[in-house]
């Protein structure tokens, strides 16, 4: 049913999207039960003590890897292995008992070995980009589950479900230069298109409909700000007057161009961790950037120290088509705990892929390296990529914001002391961007 809604009442005139926008969730056909009962327990989860939440994430772990180890070959062969029996279990500690899994064990077995036999899932994949693909079936019913806390996040900035909003993201699908979704209320723009091409269509839709919030990539929606602030003061000025907050998706942030950009538009924003795994989802607190508090209602977040590093894992609760059990993200995070439980972190490390090697063969973290260091590069570059194809040697694509900026600004503009690597610098006129539209850190050759 709501595969059939995504398809057929995606395309109705605004006139009849707002209406439907008005629509409660909690009433929608296919999800509005799962949708209700979802914001009632992440606003019950707030006022529970330690040993009620522990309950909480138990009774739901318990039950969801004693189905994978009924139903799952691969799980029942892990679990097996390891003499763990998730049926039998009857505390919260035993949940450490399950193994972990990464994604290179899941992705040594068929989709169909480490999947049960369920009716209306559908085929969702991740890391493509990074040469890292993982497959697994994803269940209709983890849609109100999910808006559920999407609006938990989005309502920090004032947003409600009836708030027309404009994206800035996803693939090249949309007619034209801007097309509006009556399903998901908002405009989707072209981001494929220059800003050039598509700004007077963006400054038109937010003045004539009072658009008060940018939602997508934190890459596009940057860009087009920091442009708009060079080339389009009109734009610039109606971004200011119109626009109450972005929300961040997908991608890191830049926390330089963040600062900067919420104060060109005088707005807040607010950014989420979550990926497409849908595992883990971690939210931001309104003005507290780059720390984020997960959900445990959304499913059980944890930060388990390894080699004195703290791995972010998560187990999704209700995909019981492809269960993720104690799956490691790939991230190392700085963790805060409250008792046995991960109440925030930090992303220390993002995934593997996000680096390159020096000339001694270590390895250097572009997240450290771009965005932990104060280059005053950023103050003229609106987007920058690394890529390498040999050790010790890296190039550095940048593009400018500013029109009289030269090499030398560029070069001098970058901080790079005691990185055994040698640099080189390109200007172009755009970053590279995957299929999907995002803007990696890491890429290969333009």
Known sequence: MLNYFKENLNQLPLPLGVILAHFPYAYRPGMGAIYKERVSEIDSFKSM?????KRFIFERVKEISSH???????????????????????SFENLFDLPVISKADLQEVDIDERSCKTENKYVANTGGTSGNPLSFYIQPSSIGHEWAHMHAIWRDLGFRQNNLKMLLAGRAVIKGLAQY???????????????????????????????????GYPSAIFDLILWASENHRELLSVLTDNIKGLLLGSEYPSPVLRGKVESLINAQSISWYGHTERAVLARELVGAHG??????????????????????LGTSYYNYASPLIRYDTGDLVAPVFLGELLESFSVSRGRSGEYI???NGNKVFLTALIFGRHHSAFNFCSSVQVSQQRKGVAKIFVV????????TDVVRGFDFSDVLVDFDFFVVSEPKKTKSGKVSLLIDEL
């Open 49 to 53: 003590d330690l040993g009620e939440r």
């Open 68 to 90: 994978a180890y009924k139903k799952v070959p691969f799980y029942n062969r892990v679990y097996k292995a390891a003499g763990v029996r998730p049926d039998r279990f009857d």
């Open 181 to 215: 979704d009556s399903i998901r209320h908002h405009f989707a723009v072209n981001i494929y298109k220059g800003w050039s091409e598509v700004s007077d269509i963006i400054c038109d839709l937010i003045k004539r409909y009072r658009i008060n919030y940018l939602h």
């Open 291 to 312: 720390v984020y508090y997960p959900f445990q209602t959304y499913g059980f977040c944890e930060a388990l120290s390894f080699e004195g590093q703290h791995h972010l």
């Open 357 to 359: 090697f020096d000339r």
């Open 400 to 407: 400018l914001i500013g029109k009289d900026i030269s090499m």
